[in-house]
């Protein structure tokens, strides 16, 4: 269960008044994550966002990446505050950012703004934070769903074009990667929220982020590509085939509500790149996801899909034979997703 403020032990509670002073009154978003803390506190001296976990926790990692990466986000995101670490809890007060969620369909009076932000916001990131790259190697999703026997029409075109991905994404710039309308916040201006799953990449995939959620939202996928500017083009191919087996991936292991709507997204996507004349024939190859039906993993399937890389992807397709140094210490390889 989401973790409300009367949770956090006296001493870590303590701790945070010490920083923002009296608690006078506490509010919840509608998007609170089970063991994990995320409250709006009013205090005398302003409103603060406060997130936080315990050790124990999954999400502990989330708010050290958040803490991690802090001092290289672009202006459009929240400033941290400060940080409160006791008994075994990471707690972190962020600015409150006031506004609604950006409405990011059709016709949508945000879109301008929203795409002027994302397509601005691309940095470079002196930050030791996980490579897009190497976590997508790692995941290798395409490969633990073929290997789980729920990779339905999938061939060997599409392992090609995800470990073209893992090439394209590649770079030193600071990705945003969760770019829907629950961490666009619009009011006087567009802020961006929710850096838990930033890592480094190429600097135009976070506009390809932008992009799958303007399909999410109802846009076609010459549409949105249009919005959000020019992407290169097989690697935007390479990459829409990889976020389909990764959201599908994530459907079996970590559903949640907004999987479904994604992983159509990314369906749509595929089926349009792939039917380009740029793409050559012989990779024109469409994996019918929703056209035989989504089946939810039985549990043999969800151990087979959570087996560990080494054991699902042969050492030939793996762009590193070692396991980076990075994972286990920052992130959980495997949870969440970056979708």
């Known amino acids: 269960m989401t973790l409300g403020w009367t949770d956090l032990p006296t001493p870590v509670r303590s701790a945070i008044t010490d920083r923002c002073g009296t608690v006078a009154g506490v509010g919840y978003p509608g998007s ?29 990692r989330d708010v050290q990446h958040a803490v991690l990466v802090s001092g290289q986000l672009p202006s459009c995101a929240p400033t941290l505050h400060w940080t409160v ?6 707690v972190v007060g962020q600015e409150h950012i006031p506004g609604q969620h950006a409405n990011l369909s059709p016709g949508s009076a945000d879109l301008p703004a929203v795409v002027k932000t994302v397509t601005t916001m691309a940095r470079q990131c002196s930050l030791a934070i996980p490579p897009l790259d190497e976590h997508w190697s790692r995941l290798s999703a395409w490969r633990r769903l073929q290997h789980a026997g729920l990779a339905g029409a999938a061939t060997d075109h599409y392992l090609e074009w995800e470990d073209r991905a893992v090439e394209a994404v590649g770079g030193n710039y600071l990705l945003h990667t969760a770019l829907d309308s629950r961490n666009i916040l619009v009011d006087e201006q567009v802020r961006v929220v929710g850096w838990t799953q930033a890592r480094r990449g190429a600097a135009w995939v976070d506009r390809a982020f932008l992009a799958l959620n303007l399909i999410a939202a109802g846009h076609r996928p010459a549409e949105a590509e249009g919005l959000v500017g020019p992407l290169p083009s097989d690697s935007t191919t390479a990459f829409t085939v990889a976020i389909l087996g990764i959201s599908t991936y994530l459907e079996h292991t970590d559903p949640l509500p907004h999987r479904v709507a994604l992983t159509d997204a990314a369906q749509a996507w595929v089926n349009s790149r792939l039917a380009s004349p740029s793409v050559p024939e012989a990779d024109r190859h469409c994996y019918p996801h929703r056209d035989t039906g989504f089946r939810r993993a039985n549990p043999t399937e969800l151990v087979s899909l959570r087996a560990h890389p080494l054991s699902v992807v042969p050492e030939t397709n793996r762009s590193d034979a070692g396991t980076p140094s990075w994972l286990g210490a920052t992130i959980p390889p495997l949870e969440g997703g970056i979708v």
């Open 32 to 60: 609170g994550k089970p063991a994990h803390l995320t409250a709006t506190l009013h205090t005398p001296d302003g409103t603060v966002f406060c997130e936080g976990a315990h050790h124990t926790s999954p999400r502990y």
């Open 85 to 90: 670490a006791v008994d075994g809890w990471l």
